[in-house]
């Protein structure tokens, strides 16, 4: 049985070596040398005897992956393209982690006897050779947009603060005069947008209704690139205008309708003694009385109240594109508030009221809203309606 265990136990581990070697192998027949290097490392590290096989992998997917690096970082710099900078640093950054993660395990020899060689190059200078030019790059670039965005380009002007943080993210913090051109290229590249209402309906509005309308959210309007004013401010350039116009409002007048119905139903109530043909009462096989269920038709005479008003406002908001003094969106929005009320009292049996008319009785007639109440409702109800639509407006860059 022990014997069994330990044949088991050593093909095992046969297994697991075999398979560990075609892992690696795997990763390096695939280019992946990187991932090779990762596996072999982890197989090396810590152990005093170290596997001829994980040195002779790690050193040849280090040696092909840094010819493969080094040959590309030659192609680039040859091409003599300043974009070509980032991707420079990004292998050169490559190059340092892959060199950091051999350096701690040198010299590097195997148990029998293995001595592997890893040729470094001098990698913090050429690294700070390459960040300094990716980050020229991209501090002229940004200087390039910047100058679009001055000439009303804001596309460009966004463009250029992307620029200017990667260059904080990936290169440097402090740089030059980054942070002034990156408040520039803000400014340049955010629309400002004036909105405001108008009313074209010949109607009297209330004074609740354009402070109902006007408070729509500005931190719900406002993204990165587009800020919302509700009223103008000098020293702004605005560079669109969304204006609300009211075109009709139309209140209806105030109506009561009143309906009178009967609500009918049969019943059971109480029972009655079943008949022979002689007209006595009829007896069945036990000598009981036999009876059965009375039904009886109940009513109740319904007066029902109907109340309503309604009050219906449209409009259209367009966009005004300031810069170029044109009209570029317009679209129509409306919204309708209903008032309606139910009232009803019954006479007769209460047992014969359907549900629906259950619910209404006991209401009683309600005031009519006023129309300045109705109109304020209107506003607030197209409010989410408006703000959805200057959100996601396309006419607005």
Partial sequence: MNTGIRLLANLFLLSFVLTACH???????SGDYDSAIDFCVRKLQGKSKKKTEYVQGLEVAFQKAQARDLDAIDHLVAENRPENWERVNAIHRNIRDRQNKVTPLMPL???DGYAARFEL??????????RQKAADHLYNQ????????ERGDKLAARDAYYAL??????????????????????????????FEMKNQSNTVLPRQFAERLM??????L??????YFFEEKSGVQYDYKATFKVRNIDISPERVNERNYID???????????????GNVLKDSLGNDVKRPRYVRIRANVVEVYQTKAARLTGYVEIYDLSRKVLMDTRDMGTEVLFENYASTFSGDERALSRDSRLRIGNRPLPFPADEDMLVQAAERIKPNLRDELRRNRAIL
Avoid: P
């Fill in 23 to 29: 892992t690696a192998q795997k990763f390096a027949e």
């Fill in 109 to 111: 020899q195997s148990k």
């Fill in 121 to 130: 190059v001098d990698i913090a200078r050429l690294e700070s050779e390459s």
């Fill in 142 to 149: 940004a200087k390039e947009l910047i100058a679009k965005g």
């Fill in 165 to 194: 943080c990667d260059l904080e993210s990936h290169y440097y913090r402090d740089y030059k005069d980054k942070n002034e051109l990156m408040a520039t290229a803000r400014n340049l590249g955010t629309s400002y947008i004036l």
């Fill in 215 to 220: 408070n729509i959210g500005k931190q719900d």
């Fill in 222 to 227: 406002d993204s990165d690139w587009k800020e």
């Fill in 264 to 278: 009918e139903k049969e019943i059971e109530d109480g029972f009655e003694y079943v008949l022979d043909a002689k």
